[in-house]
């Protein structure tokens, strides 16, 4: 009977002593923690604990703790831990809430902050803090309708709007990373996936933002291997396995292309190069590079006109893009649109000063000068690379032609007419049929002052 009456009494003080002991432990991590030693804190909060595990304030504590340490996930589970043990434990509530709303989900947190409300109305925090997952909320519904558009800089306003609220939110991170991935912003796309992988390699959703960023950066191989690497984290991961199936499909298809052309089937190079454009519109610097490669094709194909179009393309979708813009103004110059070749190769020279550029450049402004003069051998009918002979034929065949005595009986407009062209035909057989006067022509060089022709545009003596 003795005995008996002895174990409460021994259970009694063992229960004291222990929670003197956790009391302790606890006034010792309030003492770190107003020094903003939260580490160490931690390290008492949690001897506390472990002295007395029913405690709902020392679960609280723990929590406050580690969402000073940013460690959300392991404070939200100790704030559900302190409301279980004290469903009226207002502090626990509210803290439970915020971790929510720190991990975004503005759902769990507004209850949270509604529990808190029916304890005390009046709580300004709770109120304040119920405010902000609404607005949450709000962000979130604008930037799934934003992302359903394709309104990527809306996105990611969104979610630098939400992350102020929601700082620990991968979810959020992950979005943003992935529009800006899709604005072409890979940097910064690749600073926010990586940021998540220091803090979780298996982080799938980064690992797939990874890989987008190489696969818009035109390095497809190393971009399937992350995409490869994700599916192995979630085999579920339906945008990894649709992001590595385009991507082994563009390169197969350009490679394709590739070696068509460099066997001189250009044809089948167009056409492959066509087909590899369809697979991914997405993709701007792997599309600006098929459009200049199939640019060349058309030029292989005397496809000029639709060569121009595909260099613009290509342009359009990177501006910076020198070997578009040096395909295209050779292309203005096959088509003898002159204006166009010298502000391309202008273009060319003010980002990439070289020699050979330079010297672009200037025989396409050449062009544009001769371009500009009387066209001789327009006005005799024959090609630049035409012989004496066939200029002399030439000349005597249109200068019979326009001849004023073949056209008396005409009327004085057509007279008129008809005599000017008679003129022109002697200026350019006055020019074409003297070696020296041809060179300089074709050189491009200014003929008024050569003593060629009178002040009244008479031929000089062709005899």
């Not at 005595?405 to 002697?426: C, L, N, Y």
């Amino acid at each position: 009977e003795q005995s008996a009456t002895c174990v409460p009494y021994v259970i009694g003080l063992l229960l004291f002593v222990f929670s003197s002991r956790a009391e302790g432990f606890k006034e010792q991590g309030n003492a770190f923690y107003s020094k903003k030693d939260y580490s160490e804190a931690f390290n008492y909060y949690t001897k506390a604990i472990d002295a007395s595990p029913k405690n709902a304030s020392y679960y609280g504590n723990r929590a406050a703790t580690l969402m000073m340490l940013c460690r959300f996930r392991e404070a939200l589970e100790d704030s559900q831990q302190a409301v279980r043990l004290d469903d009226c434990f207002m502090k626990g509530h509210l803290r439970e809430g915020k971790c929510h709303l720190s991990l975004g989900n503005a759902m769990a947190a507004s209850r949270c902050f509604q529990k808190v409300l029916e304890l005390e109305p009046s709580n300004s925090e709770a109120q304040h803090e119920n405010k902000n997952a609404s607005a949450l909320l709000e962000y979130e519904r604008m930037a799934d309708f934003g992302f359903g558009k394709r309104d990527f800089r809306k996105v990611v306003y969104c979610m630098d709007r939400a992350l102020v609220l929601a700082s620990a939110c991968h979810r959020f991170k992950i979005l943003k990373a992935e529009c800006l991935a899709l604005l072409g912003r890979y940097p910064e796309a690749q600073s926010v996936a990586s940021d998540i992988l220091r803090m979780d390699a298996t982080n799938a959703d980064a690992l797939y933002v990874r890989g987008l960023c190489l696969y818009y950066e035109d390095c497809i191989d190393k971009a399937v291997q992350f995409f490869v690497q994700a599916l192995r984290m979630a085999p579920d991961h339906e945008k990894a396995r649709l992001a590595a199936r385009n991507a082994k499909a563009l390169k197969a298809k350009k490679d394709e292309g590739n070696h068509a052309f460099k066997n001189n089937n250009y044809e089948a190079a167009y056409h492959l190069y066509t087909e590899a454009l369809a697979i991914d519109p997405n993709n701007i610097k792997t599309n600006a590079k098929l459009y200049c490669n199939r640019a060349t094709a058309g030029t292989k194909l005397r496809k000029l006109n639709q060569a121009i179009e595909d260099c613009s393309s290509a342009i359009k979708l990177d501006d910076s893009y020198i070997k578009a813009y040096l395909r295209r103004a050779q292309c203005y110059m096959d088509t003898e649109q002159y204006e166009e070749a010298v502000r391309d190769y202008e273009k060319v020279y003010q980002t990439e000063k070289t020699t050979d550029h330079k010297h672009l450049l200037k025989k396409a402004q050449m062009e544009l000068k001769k371009s500009k003069r009387k066209d001789y051998y327009k006005v005799l009918g024959v090609g630049k690379n035409a012989t004496e002979d066939e200029i002399k034929k030439a000349y005597r065949k249109r200068a019979l032609m326009h001849h004023p005595d073949r056209h008396s009986a005409a009327t004085p407009e057509v007279q008129k007419e008809e005599e000017k062209k008679f003129k022109e035909v002697g200026e350019a057989f006055t020019i074409l049929s003297d070696p020296k006067k041809k060179v300089r022509y074709d050189n491009g060089h200014d003929l008024e002052d050569d003593g060629c022709f009178d002040g009244g545009g008479k031929m000089c003596s062709i005899l």
